[in-house]
Nanobody, 125 residues
């Protein structure tokens, strides 16, 4: 079964940077979509960024220009580079994976991913 292991969360001051990583294993799908969701207390979980096997990326509006998602298909890893972090970025961040093309639309709360990691906390304060 698919396993996702995140790393890289932590505490950072506003304006600071963090880098999240996720390693995926246990799958055989040549085409897949990987990304990140986040869940803040009292808020609905939302998709943050996604990257397809061909490198095509999608971001939710609130992080455009500040977050960059990338992947290494040989190592089955993705990275979320976050700069200019804001207090409203504080949340638990989850690595997500789905087979096939990315199933995402304009509403980031409705992105479809089957597999989820355990999450890593990002606190901006």
């Amino acid at each position: 079964h698919v396993q996702l292991v995140e790393s890289g969360g932590g505490l950072v001051q506003p304006g600071g940077s963090l880098r999240l990583s996720c390693a995926a294993s246990g799958f055989t799908y040549s085409q897949n979509c990987m990304g990140w969701f986040r869940k803040a207390p009292g808020k609905e979980r939302e998709g943050v960024a996604a990257v397809a096997t061909d490198g095509d990326t999608t971001y939710t509006d609130s992080v455009k220009g500040r977050f960059t998602v990338s992947r290494d298909n040989d190592k089955n890893t993705i990275v979320l580079q976050m700069i200019d972090l804001k207090p409203e970025d504080t949340a638990m961040y989850y690595c997500v994976f789905d087979s096939g093309p990315c199933k995402i639309g304009n509403d980031a709360t409705r992105w479809e991913f089957t597999h989820w990691g355990q999450g890593t906390q990002v606190t901006v304060s």
